[in-house]
């Protein structure tokens, strides 16, 4: 009798094994499928990239080499970069109120015509034509990206939301490596070309791709929303129970927004998230990493004397792309916070030296002997540790994080208009900055500039500690309705 009880008491303790590892075994077959699928929507981002990363080397060529059609001075490379910034800032409008018609679609139908605007702009004759195509690839690209972020947080799960978002940082850093790599050999058009592709491979990415689930609740296609839940945790995982959390508190939120639409546009439930969002994007293009993106071979010929101005600008790219990796293995397990108080820190530090050693060696050694001449001893060593301490605390924190947080503060029936504010907002800051500098340079000088950033990061530093909330670990808001006005009271 004892062998018996001892023997069934064995095998349900190997029934028991054999259930936690087939739904261990369920959840990592989730994961992959989430993994997928975030890899193949980021390909967006990686074309954001590889334009981001296009202009530094390509207005060095349309300057340098001596283009026999037309040339491109000062005033007209600061049209050309900024215009694509000002494009994108329509760009988030136009996406927000494209979203609701789905995250999948409006993509496959932003990702072709975005590879044509590249093909334009690789047989453009004028700087008329690369300003108009400048500005309706941002604007195309700015519809992307935004949708691709919101894509992402709305497939999820929260255990990997945070590293999934990450993944598109990363992708997008390869872009402007691969950009700069190819920039210091290709001529503006060829490289052009290149940026192309990236669209292209997106489009055909999405081929294979549902729509996201809650958004498909939202528009009462339960079946189809089943479907895509299904296929993106895997086909033995009981989905049930989150269908039916998601539908209910869709339906709570719906019922919410019927009832107090013109209250809610003041209230901490849409202002907050707006106000946080917006106040990080601020902050994200005005401490300097636009600048260092759009002019990079510009200012690095002007802050190094020893060293290959191509040369730099991919190694910070390299280094910016490491860090976006780290990143994406922190930022679930340490914490948003933790990472964006860190970054701040680093960035004001690494901005001031900057901003120093250029005084130091423009302004007072300048004044014995000039910038150019062979005997000054050059202290490249200085500037490029500033600039990879900076590039670093940059992609471990603000960058990847003031996206993520666009996805994940505002609620389901307020995160297209929320989306569209934050982004426009955020191509706005960066029109003005990359059509600003040149102006700001000339007047307080490349090191001022510099100074006026460490400034500013310092702001972002407190901005970050008084107002921006912790959400790590936590579900979407669609889980919770009153999810983003709780994490407000609490904060």
Request: net charge neutral; aromatic share 10%.
């Amino acid at each position: 009798m004892c062998e018996k009880t001892c023997f069934n008491e064995k095998m349900a303790n190997l029934e028991e094994t054999r259930v936690m590892m087939i739904r261990s075994e369920e959840g990592k077959h989730g994961y992959w499928r989430q993994i997928l699928t975030a890899l193949a929507v980021s390909l967006g981002p990686f074309a954001a990239g590889l334009s981001k990363g296009y202009m530094s080397p390509a207005i060095a060529s349309l300057q340098d080499n001596g283009n026999a059609t037309f040339s491109v001075s000062d005033h007209d490379a600061s049209w050309i970069a900024s215009l694509s910034l000002l494009g994108a800032f329509f760009g988030g409008m136009v996406g927000g109120a494209a979203m609701s018609y789905g995250r999948r679609t409006v993509l496959l139908g932003c990702a072709l015509p975005y590879a044509l605007a590249w093909l334009l702009t690789s047989v453009s004759t004028s700087v008329a034509m690369l300003s108009v195509t400048s500005f309706f690839g941002g604007m195309l690209i700015c519809c992307i990206t935004m949708i691709t972020q919101v894509y992402v947080t709305e497939i999820a799960e929260a255990e990997i939301r945070g590293c999934l978002s990450s993944v598109l940082k990363i992708l997008n850093q390869i872009g402007i490596l691969i950009s700069f790599s190819m920039g210091a050999y290709l001529s503006w058009n060829q490289l052009a070309l290149v940026v192309a592709t990236a669209p292209i491979l997106l489009f055909l990415a999405l081929l294979f791709i549902p729509e996201t689930p809650s958004l498909l609740l939202l528009r009462e296609k339960d079946q189809e929303a089943a479907e895509s839940l299904q296929w993106l945790r895997g086909p033995d995982s009981d989905i049930r129970q989150e269908l039916a959390t998601i539908r209910t508190n869709i339906l709570a939120s719906k019922q919410y927004s019927q009832a107090a639409r013109l209250r809610a546009l003041p209230s901490k439930r849409l202002m907050r998230p707006v106000l946080i969002t917006c106040g990080l994007m601020f902050f994200q293009k005005f401490t300097g990493s636009q600048v260092l993106n759009f002019y990079a071979v510009t200012i690095f010929r002007k802050t190094f004397r020893t060293m290959n101005a191509h040369g730099v600008a991919i190694a910070t790219s390299v280094v910016q792309l490491l860090a976006s990796c780290i990143s994406g293995m922190l930022i679930d397990n340490v914490g948003r916070l933790p990472l964006l108080i860190g970054s701040g820190v680093m960035m004001s530090i690494a901005l001031a030296g900057l901003g120093s050693y250029l005084y130091y060696d423009m302004v007072l050694r300048t004044q014995v002997l000039p910038f150019d001449n062979p005997v000054t001893p050059g202290y490249d060593w200085i500037p490029l540790i500033c600039i990879l301490i900076f590039t670093i605390a940059f992609a471990l924190g603000i960058s990847p994080i003031s996206s993520l947080l666009v996805g994940e503060l505002f609620p389901l029936e307020y995160r297209s208009t929320g989306s569209a504010l934050a982004t426009s907002f955020s191509y706005l800051c960066g029109f003005v900055n990359v059509k600003t500098m040149p102006n700001f340079k000339d007047y307080i000088g490349l090191y001022g500039l510099f100074w006026m950033y460490a400034g500013i990061s310092v702001m972002c530093l407190l901005f970050v500690v008084l107002f921006v909330p912790e959400t790590k670990g936590r579900k979407i808001d669609e889980m919770d309705p009153k999810y983003v006005e709780s994490l407000c009271i609490n904060r």
